[in-house]
């Protein structure tokens, strides 16, 4: 099993910035793949960004790109979604997923691709 623990949630105004981390315990050895989802009020909850845990490789959702910076501290179990010039459309509850293992095919894009969930943090940006 692995637990995730996301913060750094807030209000900020548009044009802002806000680092969400997720610190992960348990089999955290076991991790193969990191990710951030976010879920609007009414609305599916959609990818944001992911990042393989060894090697680095990140993955980006097309509204997010440029402005979003997925990373993460081995030594920490931490991973960190850096988000800039923040829009009030990104206003979401932003969860941490983990993926146990590694397999063809992956996208990293897809919830169920992921086997493990934080509970969530708010992020609301005000215009």
């Known amino acids: 099993q692995v637990q995730l623990v996301e913060s750094g949630g807030g209000l900020v105004q548009a044009g802002g910035s806000l680092r969400l981390s997720c610190a992960a315990s348990?089999?955290?050895?076991?991790?193969?793949?990191m990710g951030w989802f976010r879920q609007a009020p009414g609305k599916e909850r959609e990818f944001v960004a992911a990042?393989?845990?060894?090697?680095?490789?990140?993955y980006y959702a097309d509204s997010v790109k440029g402005r979003f910076t997925v990373s993460r501290d081995n030594a920490k179990n931490t991973v960190y979604l850096q988000m800039s010039s923040l829009k009030p459309e990104d206003t979401a509850i932003y969860y941490c997923?983990?993926?146990?293992?590694?397999?063809?095919?992956?996208?990293?894009?897809?919830?169920?691709?992921?086997?493990?969930w934080g509970q969530g943090t708010q992020v609301t940006v005000s215009s």
């Open positions: 348990g089999r955290t050895f076991a991790t193969y793949a």
């Open positions: 997923a983990a993926r146990a293992s590694a397999r063809a095919s992956l996208t990293f894009r897809l919830r169920y691709e992921y086997d493990y």
């Open positions: 990042i393989k845990w060894t090697g680095g490789n990140t």
